[in-house]
């Protein structure tokens, strides 16, 4: 069954760092979106992406952050310079036009 | 805008017992309802969805969840629970397609479903 894959499952980084989280979508989907789940609080949606652009993105979804499908598979999210509130897992979904299918997460934790 | 309300954040029951996970939401257009369940550690395993045709729709492992527009709700249930159904379940929603909402799930607050022999 085709799956989203998402690379790191955990990154540890130092607060100011950049940081590139990546998400293989299944293969014949055309959303892309970015979620982050802070720990003890609800899934949050940061950014949609359609047709090599961004569709819509969350008040949380601020200059640091950037997202790109660089080649026909990969879609990343880059974070310029992390805070410590960036801590957080980051979910990368991609759809058709129906349901959202997650990837396993990446745990990002930013000391 | 649309939003969900998870009106239990844990439900305890006995292996074997029928459960019921309540989610309500509130929204100005049709939406697209969905039920999401996180194993520990794991990610976000899409469990059903609503679309639109038959307002029971049934998913894996044995769960339905039936829409009811007039109560805005869409309550998740099974008949019988197995101690593997341990796990936090997440409703969601989002605007249907052709809305200005379409593709940006809200999520609730989750429901911490704990399965005991």
């Known amino acids: 069954e085709p799956e989203v894959t998402q690379t790191p499952s955990h990154q540890v980084t130092q607060m100011g760092q950049e940081v590139i989280l990546r998400c293989v979508p299944i293969?014949?989907?055309?959303?892309f979106y970015w979620y982050r789940q802070i720990l003890g609080q609800k899934v949050e949606f940061l950014v949609s992406f359609y047709n090599n652009e961004i569709s819509e993105k969350s008040e949380i979804f601020d200059d640091q952050f950037s997202v790109e499908r660089p080649d026909g598979s990969n879609f990343t999210l880059k974070i310029r310079s992390t805070k410590l509130e960036d801590s957080a897992m980051y979910f990368c979904a991609s759809s058709e036009s129906g349901a959202e299918y997650f990837g396993a997460g990446t745990r990002l934790s930013v000391l | 805008a649309q939003s969900v309300t998870q009106l239990d954040s844990q439900v305890p029951v006995f292996e074997e017992a029928p459960v019921e996970l309540r989610c309500n939401y509130s929204?100005?257009?049709?939406?697209?309802l969905f039920w999401y369940v996180q194993y520990p550690n794991q990610g976000l395993q899409l469990l059903l969805k609503y679309l639109s045709g038959s307002t029971l729709v049934k998913g894996i492992n044995g769960f339905e969840a039936e829409f009811n527009k007039s109560q805005t709700s869409f309550h998740l249930r099974k008949p019988s629970v197995h101690i593997s159904d341990t796990a936090e379940y997440f409703c969601?929603?989002?605007?249907?397609?052709?809305?200005?909402?379409?593709?940006?799930?809200?999520f609730g607050a989750g429901t911490q479903v704990v399965v005991t022999p």
């Open positions: 969601a929603v989002t605007g249907s397609l052709l809305t200005d909402s379409w593709g940006k799930l809200q």
């Open positions: 293969s014949n989907h055309l959303y």
């Open positions: 929204s100005s257009v049709s939406v697209y």
